[in-house]
């Protein structure tokens, strides 16, 4: 066993991990409340794991994983319902146009028709950043 653990040999992974925070407020201004919704990044190897606190809709994954392709991340996934849950739909401005059920309720709650749009302008930059330090 002796001889095995000294042929083992540790090395600097090629993409190292990191993890990010961001608060982004999720109400509309208009209402004079605030409530902040938390935003997590975690880039492990070739994956970014990027959270949102309540149920993403699969057009806005879709999306976030293309824009995060289109920055360098292989394996970008979108994760929903973390982060202390807002318990509530985040849909994309789209959807409110659209109406039904998801943006209604989410009106009901005084979520912010930019939500979306709020997490990429928060998280973008950080991500070109990181993006870039890994081609280095």
């Not at 070739?46 to 920055?71: D, H, I, Y």
């Not at 202390?84 to 849909?91: E, R």
Request: glycine content about 8%; proline content about 7%.
């Amino acid at each position: 066993m002796l001889r095995v653990a000294q042929g083992i040999q540790s090395r600097v992974p090629a993409h190292p991990l990191w993890s990010e925070q961001v608060i982004v407020e999720a109400l509309d201004s208009e209402e004079g409340r605030s409530l902040p919704a938390e935003i997590m990044l975690l880039h492990a190897g070739e994956m970014l794991l990027l959270s949102q606190p309540g149920e993403v809709f699969s057009e806005t994954a879709v999306a976030l994983r293309a824009r995060l392709r289109a920055l360098g991340y292989a394996t970008p996934m979108v994760v929903g319902c973390a982060n202390g849950s807002l318990h509530a739909y985040l849909p994309p401005p789209k959807a409110f146009e659209e109406g039904g059920y998801e943006p209604q309720s989410a009106l009901r709650l005084g979520l912010s028709h930019r939500f979306q749009e709020r997490v990429w302008q928060a998280v973008e930059p950080l991500l070109r950043q990181r993006a870039a330090s890994l081609q280095d």
